[in-house]
């Protein structure tokens, strides 16, 4: 009796309404999605019907395979898995060192370089762009891996500091006490206590960083030359013309570019509310 | 003190962890690749000077060309005549090497100041326009071409002006631009509307098209420079001979004269007549030329490289035969006639003038302009006109639409010369293409509008 009551109280006006913003919300967001693939399966000329999403007359596999071929988009997919894997990866290792060190280390300096190090956010990467690509040329980075991995890891760096330092103060130091007592060391109590405290944190700091240098093409359209290490953002460009574009192939390209981000999102999303806001509130 | 040295040696250890633990987790990913690529760059950065320097002179050794262009999609338009060319180039010359680095206009032009700065390519694209070419000049990156050995080239008479400064040549252009108004001639007939003989009788067309439920004339009103060509357009009906009026309102900054204010008038008529589509002052390229090849439109104001248009099979057969083109007519009191076209030389091609391999890059630039190149590809693929004489290339299946541009540009009495937009510092530029589109909608009076790009001038 009490269970019929209790599922009978699941579908109250309140809720349902609930659901149905619910609903409506998650359809907005998806909708873009929806409207990138649907696109992408069209002709270049029905994209310009009136209707919202275009209904194919037939379904334009072709644009993927030219994607595929024309766009070089293995080489470039590869390029940007590893240059990204690699900027995640480093991000993660310094911000979690850094903020360690600022934050429960006691030295006379710590405040001020955990602030200089935060100032980064406020630097503008177009700003940085041409003295950038000058000391590059004179260091011969330009058209090299770490072309694009230094300005990626240096931009995602305070973001990530400023998350991590938040993140930590929630860890009682206690914790770390009782360790020391044990015998461990700096080391130790970083990477065997506190990275697995900061699980949500980590993935939150990734997915940040993932998703800002998943798109990035300013920098590196400025720092490379060669397709060796091009990224995806390139994949669309080879479709470019110089007044008008294939657009479908575009749509196409950017479906592609646009899948693993979306799984990287899926799969981290799960942390990625809590650490935000946890790192919020202790700032 | 002692916590000072305490401090400073946490600090040390704690930079030597960092970098360690840098080298440490990353070495098993990238070394081998990273590290690969940075020394194979460093010694063939080094290796590149010394060796190409050396290979230019003793001809037949391996040469690598770079080669810095504004057309990313190599596989259709302009971007497939320029890699065929060098394609065919490679084949004739197997020991050069041509490398590609293809950027869209916008990156294009911000890496092109990179470029500027240290290790420009040996042949870059450029535009034969003060607002681009006026700085690239004065930092010194091209390198000067002989004029007389171009006497043979072909050139159409004035085509080289752009490229000039000082009486020497930087460059040279690549098509010849016209600006017309493509209209749908079987709209036309069905509705029994005729092609404008003057400018008012096109304001006049606006509300007979419009009440059809067609849209008269699609404009591309998003990105500023097809209004700054159409004003252009009006400028030269208004006034007969622009070029040194022009020129001169720039120096001085100051376009308060009445022929400006006049052709301003008349481009704001025509957004008043209703001649464009609704939201065509934020419409893109491919919107407003697809509501024309979607026969939603009569016509379509834009370039005579869009004559591709009568070929592109993509577009509907109904509206692709029946694509023709006119000219922007004369106003009732202007100067100017139908005939005084709005056309230009735009983009182009040049040497920098630090290339190490500068004999080998002058050599492919002739190559492409040689007469079967540019002009030959081009015209084939129906890309637009070559600034060279193709009257050789004539195979006499051009379509109608091909016909009437050559028609427009053999009968002009007098073209306008790079368009108003393009005869500034960039900054001018970058104002009047974003203005435009408020003095058309009204949003900034004519007064006000002629002040700013005045002012940008400065």
């Given at each position: 009796?009490?269970?019929?009551i209790?599922?009978k109280?699941?579908?109250?006006v309140g809720?349902v309404?609930l659901?149905?913003v ?6 907005i ?5 929806i409207?990138l ?18 209904i194919?007359?037939?379904i ?9 071929i024309?766009?070089?988009?293995l080489?470039?997919?590869k390029?940007s898995?590893?240059?990204n894997g ?5 991000v ?15 030295w006379?300096?710590s ?5 200089l190090?935060?100032?980064?956010m406020m630097?503008?990467?177009?700003a940085t ?9 004179m260091l ?16 995602s760096l ?6 991590m ?10 914790l770390e006490e009782?360790?020391?007592m ?8 970083v ?10 944190s980590?993935?939150?700091?990734a997915?940040m960083?993932?998703?800002n240098n998943?798109?990035?093409f ?5 720092y ?7 990224t995806?953002?390139?994949s669309?460009l080879?479709?470019t013309?110089q ?8 749509f196409?390209?950017m ?10 999102y899926?799969l981290?999303n799960k942390h ?8 919020a509130v202790?700032? | 003190?002692k916590?000072k040295?305490?401090?400073?040696m946490m600090a040390?250890?704690?930079a030597?962890g960092?970098?360690a633990?840098c ?9 081998s ?6 020394s194979a760059a460093?010694t ?5 000077s010394?060796?190409s320097k050396?290979e ?11 080669i810095?262009s ?13 890699q ?10 197997p ?22 700065m240290d290790g ?7 535009w034969?326009q003060?607002?681009f ?8 990156v091209?390198a000067?071409?002989?004029q ?10 004035g ?12 460059g040279?252009p690549?098509n010849t631009?016209?600006a017309g108004f493509y ?5 036309f007939?069905?509705?029994?509307w005729?092609v404008?003989?003057?400018y008012e009788?096109?304001l006049a ?5 419009n009440?059809?439920?067609?849209v008269?004339?699609?404009?591309d ?14 400028l ?9 009026k ?5 120096a001085?900054g ?11 008038e008349?481009?704001k008529a025509s957004?008043?007549?209703g ?6 002052d934020s419409q893109?390229?491919?919107t ?5 090849t979607n026969g939603q439109?009569?016509m379509?104001?834009m370039?005579?490289?869009e ?5 592109n099979e993509d ?7 029946n694509?023709r083109?006119f000219s922007?007519?004369a106003t ?5 006639k139908q005939?005084?076209?709005?056309a230009w030389?735009?983009g182009?091609y040049a040497?920098s003038?630090?290339?190490k391999?500068k004999d080998?890059a002058i ?21 637009g ?6 009257s050789?290339y004539m195979?006499g299946?051009?379509t ?7 028609d427009?540009v ?15 510092p ?11 589109q408020n003095?058309?909608?009204?949003t900034t009076?004519v ?6 790009i ?5």
């Amino acid at each position: 009796m009490e269970k019929k009551i209790k599922t009978k109280k699941q579908w109250t006006v309140g809720r349902v309404l609930l659901w149905v913003v619910l609903i409506c919300v998650a359809v907005i967001q998806i909708f873009p999605l929806i409207w990138l693939v649907d696109f992408s399966l069209a002709s270049s000329n029905e994209m310009f019907t009136k209707g919202l999403l275009v209904i194919p007359q037939k379904i334009q596999w072709g644009n993927y395979v030219k994607a595929f071929i024309d766009g070089h988009f293995l080489l470039y997919l590869k390029n940007s898995l590893l240059i990204n894997g690699l900027a995640v990866l480093l991000v993660i290792l310094i911000s979690l060192m850094a903020a360690f060190a600022c934050k429960r280390m006691i030295w006379k300096m710590s405040g001020l370089v955990k602030t200089l190090l935060l100032l980064g956010m406020m630097i503008p990467i177009h700003a940085t762009l041409l003295p950038n690509y000058k000391i590059y040329n004179m260091l011969g980075l330009t058209d090299t891996i770490w072309a694009l991995l230094i300005p990626y890891i240096a931009f995602s760096l305070p973001q990530a500091l400023f998350l991590m330092t938040g993140f930590l103060d929630a860890i009682p130091v206690e914790l770390e006490e009782a360790a020391v007592m044990d015998g461990s060391g700096i080391y130790r109590i970083v990477f065997r206590m506190i990275l697995p405290l900061m699980k949500s944190s980590v993935a939150t700091v990734a997915i940040m960083t993932f998703l800002n240098n998943w798109n990035e093409f300013m920098m590196a359209s400025t720092y490379l030359s060669s397709p060796t290490w091009k990224t995806l953002p390139f994949s669309v460009l080879e479709f470019t013309g110089q007044y008008s574009s294939n657009y479908a192939v575009q749509f196409a390209v950017m479906a592609l570019t646009a899948a693993p981000a979306v799984l990287v999102y899926i799969l981290l999303n799960k942390h990625i509310t809590k650490g935000v806001a946890m790192g919020a509130v202790k700032g | 003190m002692k916590r000072k040295v305490v401090a400073g040696m946490m600090a040390a250890l704690m930079a030597a962890g960092l970098l360690a633990g840098c080298g440490n987790t990353e070495k098993p990913a990238s070394t081998s690749a990273a590290d690969k690529s940075t020394s194979a760059a460093a010694t063939s950065e080094s290796s590149k000077s010394e060796s190409s320097k050396s290979e230019s002179t003793a001809s037949g050794d391996a040469v690598t060309l770079k080669i810095f262009s504004n057309l990313p999609d190599r596989k259709n338009g302009q971007g497939l005549v320029e890699q065929t060319i060098i394609d065919d180039y490679e084949k004739e010359n197997p020991n050069v090497k041509i490398e590609v680095e293809a950027l869209d206009e916008e990156a294009y032009k911000t890496k092109f100041k990179a470029y500027a700065m240290d290790g420009m390519p040996d042949v870059v694209s450029i535009w034969g326009q003060p607002s681009f070419l006026d700085e690239v000049l004065d930092a010194g990156v091209l390198a000067e071409l002989d004029q007389d050995a171009y006497k043979d080239y072909g050139f159409v008479s004035g085509s080289l002006d752009g490229f000039m400064k000082d009486g020497k040549l930087y460059g040279l252009p690549r098509n010849t631009d016209v600006a017309g108004f493509y209209y749908n001639e079987k709209m036309f007939k069905d509705n029994g509307w005729s092609v404008p003989e003057t400018y008012e009788d096109l304001l006049a067309l606006a509300p007979k098209i419009n009440d059809a439920g067609f849209v008269p004339v699609a404009m591309d009103g998003g990105d500023g420079w097809p209004m700054a060509i159409y004003l252009t357009d009006l400028l030269e009906r208004v006034d007969g001979t622009i070029s040194e009026k022009v020129n001169k309102a720039v120096a001085d900054g100051d376009f308060t004269d009445p022929s400006f204010v006049k052709a301003t008038e008349l481009l704001k008529a025509s957004a008043d007549a209703g001649l464009f589509q609704t939201g065509y002052d934020s419409q893109d390229y491919g919107t407003a030329m697809n509501l024309f090849t979607n026969g939603q439109a009569a016509m379509f104001y834009m370039g005579s490289w869009e004559a591709s248009m009568a070929l592109n099979e993509d577009i509907p057969a109904e509206v692709r035969d029946n694509i023709r083109v006119f000219s922007m007519p004369a106003t009732k009191d202007g100067k100017g006639k139908q005939t005084d076209i709005a056309a230009w030389n735009g983009g182009g091609y040049a040497v920098s003038a630090n290339s190490k391999v500068k004999d080998e890059a002058i050599k492919f630039l002739n190559y492409m302009y040689q007469p079967d190149k540019l002009s030959k590809y081009g015209w084939e693929n129906g890309v637009g006109m070559s600034a060279q004489d193709q009257s050789a290339y004539m195979t006499g299946n051009e379509t109608e639409l091909q016909k009437q541009f050559l028609d427009i540009v053999k009968n002009s009495t007098s073209t306008t010369g790079t368009t108003i937009n393009d005869r500034g510092p960039s900054a001018f530029k970058t104002s009047i293409e974003s203005e435009i589109q408020n003095v058309t909608n009204g949003t900034t009076s004519v007064d006000d509008f002629l002040a700013t790009i005045g002012t940008a001038c400065k």
